[in-house]
């Protein structure tokens, strides 16, 4: 069985269910995968998080889930057996064979803490057992702590717990070798350090007895010390996700928690181990805007590619309905206008039918013309062959469908009547495939034709030569306008009697 979600997010504390929430704010289709094991699970009791001082971190997450469900959020017990990535999204193997397509991922797994061997100490973990002076030292401040150093960042450690109490002993021997340098700070602020190894934690009533290798016992009211950070992303490798140069290697990700792969994101200790839960809520936050931001944009560049796929078949249907849309022959104002210039390479951006390309291959350019009906393209290749001249026709949607820069690069009446047609967009690219020293030639109608009696009430403006420079808004450093009018040019009117179309002309030249 395969569900279909814009987001899964694989963990379901405090960073997935706030990632979960803007998601499910932002009507996202969003699924929570949770083990149930918050890294918090063992403490009775949270600090330091504004608004929810003392509250148990189980009536958290029950809160969490109420919210996010109440957003159309959905949360499921199980776990993540591998991720797969799709292409356009990811598949979600979960352990109990179900699989789940996402658009994007939320690693939100959390972290283990790997607590050294020490018999008695996983029993009083969380409650005697602290790791973190933030989250519970002021709950034992003023009592007999003790530091267990299990690296060198237990020094920081134990002068953060002196600030809390003035009877405070170090055991040494779990981390490295301190030098003279970190006793004499410790000794100044009168930190006992004992040598010996810790060899067990027992309890004694609200306190812990700390047993020591050299035979001794001190009784404490509690011990701070930290346990590795362990990443379980084994159902990730697939991904070879970076990691970041810090303890237990968490996942590398930008400030909207986006990983090295594009479609998966990561929140909370996952991304900082040493992260307290306001930390881990706000990372969770930002990366379920982030995908939403993400997802949003992909929506945006699906309905254009939908509505561009739409604009070109209409196109295509429109040739395809007459046996010859235009004469073959090129547009005057056109050939008044390049009649002077050098050949040399030459790309016609909506060259239809090919009357303009094959009339500058007659002309000596090597000349390209590309539209997206694949008709028009047909028959601009016979009208090419029939001339006895060399051109080249490619289907597609304006420059991109080609490479290379070129002297002459020439959009002849590139117009639609509709609303959203991308003009300047288009007209930017192509100015874009000038070569230095070449030019750009736009072609425009600056004004209906004498016989059209209706205008539809959305058709965008025709606009003059001088409006469309200033939309364009090449940088002039860099481009010299050459012409800059509106010419009259003699036609047939489909009645057959004769007309004026007014054209307006438009030409750069690249520096």
């Not at 029993?123 to 933030?134: F, I």
């Amino acid at each position: 069985m395969t569900n279909e979600w814009d987001a899964v997010i694989i963990g379901g504390g405090v960073a997935g269910l706030s990632a979960a929430q803007m998601l499910g704010r932002s009507r996202r289709r969003t699924l929570v995968i949770d083990a149930g094991e918050p890294r918090n699970r063992f403490a009775a009791h949270m600090h330091g998080v504004l608004g929810h001082d003392g509250m148990d971190p189980r009536a958290l997450l029950e809160r969490g889930r109420a919210e996010a469900r109440a957003y159309g959020v959905e949360i499921v017990e199980g776990a993540v057996a591998r991720l797969e990535d799709a292409g356009d999204g990811v598949l979600v193997h979960r352990a109990d064979g179900t699989i789940d397509t996402a658009r994007a991922v939320v690693i939100a797994a959390g972290i283990r803490d790997d607590l050294p061997d020490i018999p008695g100490l996983s029993d009083a973990w969380g409650r005697a057992a602290l790791h973190c002076p933030y989250c519970h030292g002021w709950e034992v401040a003023g009592g007999a702590l003790g530091v267990v150093m299990t690296s060198p960042a237990g020094i920081h450690q134990a002068q953060l717990v002196r600030q809390l109490s003035d009877r405070v002993t170090v055991f040494a021997a779990g981390g490295v070798p301190m030098g003279d340098d970190a006793m004499g700070r410790l000794a100044a602020r009168g930190v006992s350090v004992v040598a010996a190894a810790v060899v067990g934690v027992a309890p004694r009533g609200d306190r812990l007895v700390i047993a020591t290798a050299d035979g001794e016992e001190r009784v404490l009211d509690a011990i701070f010390i930290a346990g590795a950070p362990v990443l379980d992303l084994a159902f990730a490798d697939g991904f070879d996700l970076a990691r970041a140069d810090m303890p237990g290697a968490p996942l590398d990700v930008d400030l909207m928690g986006r990983t090295s792969h594009p479609r998966v994101f990561a929140a909370g200790n996952v991304t900082a181990p040493f992260g307290n839960v306001p930390v881990s809520m706000a990372s969770g936050s930002m990366a379920g805007a982030g995908v939403n931001a993400v997802l949003t944009e992909e929506d945006f560049d699906r309905a254009v590619a939908e509505r561009t796929a739409e604009r070109n078949a209409g196109w295509e249907e429109r040739y395809a309905a007459e046996d010859r849309f235009w004469s073959g022959r090129v547009n005057g104002s056109v050939a008044a206008v390049v009649a002077s210039f050098e050949p040399g390479t030459a790309l016609d951006v909506g060259s239809g039918e090919g009357g303009d390309v094959v009339w500058l291959a007659e002309q000596g350019w090597e000349a390209t013309g590309v539209d997206v009906s694949p008709t028009a393209v047909r028959r601009a290749t016979a009208l090419a062959a029939e001339r006895g001249v060399e051109a080249r026709f490619v289907v597609g949607d304006g420059v991109g469908s080609v490479v290379g820069e070129f002297d002459l690069v020439l959009a002849g009446f590139l117009h639609s009547w509709e609303p959203d047609f991308p003009r300047i967009g288009m007209l930017r690219a192509a100015a874009d495939r000038v070569a230095p020293g070449g030019r750009l030639l736009i072609v425009s109608h600056a004004a209906p034709p004498p016989w059209a009696r209706e205008v539809p009430d959305h058709a965008p403006a025709m606009r003059s030569p001088a409006e469309e420079r200033a939309l364009l808004d090449l940088d002039p450093a860099e481009w010299e306008v050459e012409l800059e009018e509106v010419r009259k040019r003699a036609v047939t009117a489909p009645d057959g009697s004769p007309a004026e179309l007014d054209d307006g002309i438009l030409l750069f030249r690249r520096r």
